[in-house]
């Protein structure tokens, strides 16, 4: 099973949605296997978006993901990163399709709730920065059989 990065960013914290996003991804059958609330180190924003280093938005990145709580997970399931990807909807919540998180909920790009891998590879490198392997669990849901062939 595949396995993907998605982290409810401050606004989606602050604003009571921890629950909505959690619901959508159960919903669509994926498997939760390691969840956090926590207050994100300036070092490990840093690392987080360090792809970013050099463009002129990483400093308000990092300042507004300390701001306040994130919420970390790790969800497992077929295709999860491209599928979570569709749940989440665009970047920018205005180009995001009705029926998205970031679609249903977004209005602005600085303020888009929510971050989710783009890639298994960059899934996996973002897993090992937030989580220890003991913080993740592997267990098979009693709904697999209704879900998979």
Known sequence: MERTFIMIK?????RGLVGEVISR???KGFTLVGMKLMAVSRELAE?????????PFFAGLVEFIISSPVVAMVWEGDSVVTSGRTLIGATNPISSAPGTIRGDFGITIGRNLIHGSD???TAQ??????FKEDELTSWESSTKGWLYE
């Open 47 to 55: 690392k987080h978006y360090g792809v970013h280093k050099d463009k």
């Open 119 to 121: 890639a298994i590879e």
């Open 125 to 130: 490198q973002e897993i090992a920065l937030w």
């Open 25 to 27: 991804f159960e919903r």
């Open 10 to 14: 401050p606004d989606g914290v602050q």
